[in-house]
């Protein structure tokens, strides 16, 4: 395992078989216990490891930045994402109810919002704790166990979230975390004792998974990569608009499944836009993720570096011009010269049928697209495989409305970006997955429902 210096920091045991079935048998036998406390009862347990975490947010935050190598900066924010979740569902857990049905003669039915049982999930590397909170707080507050397979590339802090957990008053083995890659998730998806998946990632991953839930007729929830359009309308507010921009192609050095990296620009202020992108840009401060005043940390690993950098050299092939960065970066400091660090990009030129506007890059790679016309841009915006996001800067609100209605994305933004509330629903459309994480949407997805019919005279028969 490398850190963004490209050191080891540590090594980890990847889980075979008979890990996964262990954790999962002791999730079982902890789900008989969790599933049976009252809805308040797991509020409580779920309000003091929020606490725990926002009581340690520094320190889960530096381990998270080793982890990953995003910024200190981001970091931080990420761990105050991840207590409000918990404290969200905290809230939620002793509301969760089914309804009552009056039937004629004074008969009667009722549903129950029940449990699942013991809960996949799979995380990605770009937000490893976060992730890890939006998955297990709905699921636990919904009364259910969960076993947690973070990515092999950040394997450390989630192991935190599950100290937190145990620390917190969770039943031994409720919340699990094995370790491992291909064949580990394997494991899980086939184990019949597994009730649920829930999977952060590519979209061929993403596949394989349906498939091997589809044996067990196991539910899945799936967030998966995106292709997401920012559109600039002329009447924006330009600096809103290029601060949108920015935050919606490079938090997390680009690696950010819903980033919009298309962007869109109506034609009246290409130059003016794209001149002020460019500038701001450039003035991203790039190393060492914890220095308090660096905004872009290190890529995940080399083969990630250079995967990002193949699709610039591809895009220059095609006609694409780099506007600024897209070169390594190698930081003054001679411990982080291994790190995979490169400068934000900006591509001027681009069309439709580029690689680098058709494909996810997941890197610090913007593409700037001019449009005429409404109709036009829309259209355009629809024209991918994809469904995650999509965003509008205009200061005309009717016209905001009506594109983010046409707009075929799961998550959309008015003169903002990248702003993810847990409150709100998160998920996407088409190929970037379904179901949904957050908002009490999410509750549906870790919880079913039963459905009870009293009858209260005698009963008739037709034979």
Known sequence: FKTCPGRVMCKVLCSGEKEVDLAVQSAKAAFKIWSQMSGMERSRVLLEAARIIREQREEIATLETINNGKSIFEARVDIDISWQCLEYYAGLAGSLAGEHIQLPGGSFGYTRREPLGVCVGIGAWNYPFQIACWKSAPALACGNAMVFKPSPFTPVSVVRLAEIFTEAGV????????QGGVATGQFLCHHPDVAKISFTGSVPTGMKIMEMAA???????????????????????????????????????????????????????????????????????????????TRMGALINRPHLDHVQGFIKQAKEQGAEVLCGGDLYVPDDPKLKNGYYMQPCVLGN?????????????GPVMSILPFDTEEEVVERANNTKFGLAGGVFTRDIQKAHRVVAALKAGMCFINNYNISP?????????????????????IEYYSQLKTVCVEMGDVESVF
């Open 171 to 178: 039943p031994k083995g409720l919340f699990n975390v094995v």
């Open 422 to 442: 847990v409150e709100l629903p998160f998920g996407g459309y088409k190929a970037s997955g379904f179901g949904r994480e957050n908002g009490r949407a999410a």
């Open 350 to 362: 681009c069309t439709d049928d580029m690689t680098c506007v058709k494909e996810e890059i997941f």
């Open 215 to 293: 044996k067990g007729i196991k539910p899945v929830t799936l967030e998966l990569g995106g292709k997401s359009p920012l559109i600039i309308f002329s009447d924006c507010t330009l600096e809103n608009a290029v601060n949108g921009a920015l935050m919606a192609n490079f938090l997390t050095q680009g690696e950010v499944c819903c980033n919009g990296t298309r962007v869109f620009v109506e034609r009246k202020i290409l130059d003016v836009f794209t001149k002020e992108v460019v500038k701001r840009t450039q003035k991203i401060k790039v190393g060492d993720p914890l220095l308090e005043d």
